[in-house]
């Protein structure tokens, strides 16, 4: 499965974006969905996942409250909706695709990824 991940953009802190991501080649409905982010320099760490068995979300301590992953399989997109921004929010932030349903917030459950998309939130 191929994804696109977009929407980033600059933002001043308290504002809100709209990450997308796009899948193509396999439905996304087959796939457990995840948003991580990376800084330069630091690993790449989960952000919020969502499992294509029964939709249950998991979220980073660090952003519980203010972000929400939802997906539409119909569409083949996941989308991560982001509320009261703040500076360490900014990051490149990635989708992964998982065959798996549990453990979402490690990494090395997911299979693919596609090219991240800028969040930048000023302060």
């Known amino acids: 499965v191929q994804l696109q991940a977009s929407g980033g953009g600059l933002v001043q802190a308290g504002g809100s974006l709209r990450l997308s991501c796009a899948a193509s080649?396999?439905?996304?409905?087959?796939?457990?969905m995840g948003w991580f982010r990376q800084v330069l320099g630091k690993e790449r760490e989960f952000v919020a996942s969502i499992s294509y068995r029964d939709r249950t979300t998991k979220y980073a301590d660090s952003v519980k409250g203010r972000f929400t992953i939802s997906r539409n399989n119909a569409a083949h997109t996941v989308a991560l909706q982001m509320n009261s921004l703040k500076p360490e929010d900014t990051a490149l932030y990635y989708c992964e695709a998982s065959g798996h349903y549990n453990n979402l917030w490690e990494r090395r459950r997911y299979d693919y990824w596609g090219q991240g998309t800028l969040v930048t939130v000023s302060s």
């Open positions: 080649g396999r439905s996304v409905s087959a796939y457990s």
